[in-house]
């Protein structure tokens, strides 16, 4: 129970970000945006300077590190976008693709087996997401492109951080997301930049406070219960996202997109349930996992 309400609070956190982003509007660019998260949440750094200082790096892992940046930086630039081009509840829905590439990364560059089960969940979330865009049948927008670039690099993100967590500790790994991701996002912010208000330097905080509580509340979480108990919990997220989106943003309830986030994440609930009983090391990360 007490996994269960962390992960509650979880999602409420991510959709929060959400929430605020989409209420940010479009007059800051998605990249001068995505930079200004990213360097008031260094704020959360300061506290672990000492102990970072400490850690020893080698070249392999500073490699890594950058690699993990780069990518991480477009997926965020292009999550900045997709959420003014479409509704939030899709923005949600189309996020859960990521640990399904992740299964499929795990595969190709891990040697993770992909056994017929496990086919079978990534066929059922890709058909998840065929259901949320219906091609042929709606317009599929720049924001829904995005958004599948998106979850790949943010996929890609978590199987480089797979390298990574072996040899440093789980705090410098999220220190560095941090700075490289940061770094990376500046000269795009330059090229773009648009002064931003106070008020929109405060909504950009409160996402870096959020998102910040978010990785932390998801961590208690872990720390309580197994992934298999707290995954279903993130299907709340699209719930809270469609509500949101309706009530405050006006946007119609899609129930394709509710049913298609929902394949998407009985799939992944399926991959992480049978992790779990062959008692192999996950490598199928939780939805939440791969936020921004």
Known sequence: MVGVFWMFVTGLCFVAVTALVKYLGDRIPPAESAFLRYLLGLVFLIPLIGSLRKTALTPKLWLLFVGRGVVHSGGVMLWFFAMTQIPLAEVTAMNY????????????????????????????????AVIILRPGF??????????????????????LAKFTVDDTNPVMVVAMLSIWVTLGLAPFAAVVWVTPSLGELAILFAVAC???????????????????????????????????????????????????????????????????????????????ATKV
Do not use: C, N
């Not at 795990?106 to 890709?126: N, P, S, T, Y």
């Not at 997220?237 to 394709?256: K, M, R, Y």
């Not at 929902?262 to 991959?271: C, Q, R, Y």
């Open 97 to 128: 693709l990521s640990p399904i590439y992740v299964t499929l990364g795990a595969a190709v560059f891990l040697g993770e087996k992909l056994a017929a089960r496990r086919i079978a969940a990534v066929v059922a979330a890709l058909i998840g």
């Open 138 to 159: 709606r317009e599929i927008s720049p924001g829904h492109i995005a958004m599948m670039f998106t979850a790949l690099a943010f996929g890609a993100s978590y199987l």
């Open 210 to 288: 959020f998102a910040t509580a978010g990785h932390f509340t998801m961590t208690l979480a872990f720390a309580a219960a197994p992934v298999t108990v707290t995954q279903p919990v993130t299907f709340l997220q699209l719930i809270w996202a469609t509500l949101l989106g309706a009530l405050v943003f006006s946007e119609p309830v899609d129930i394709w997109v509710v049913f298609g986030g929902g394949l998407i994440l009985a799939a992944i609930s399926f991959i992480t349930w049978r992790e779990a009983m062959l008692k192999r090391r996950a490598i199928t990360p939780p939805d939440a």
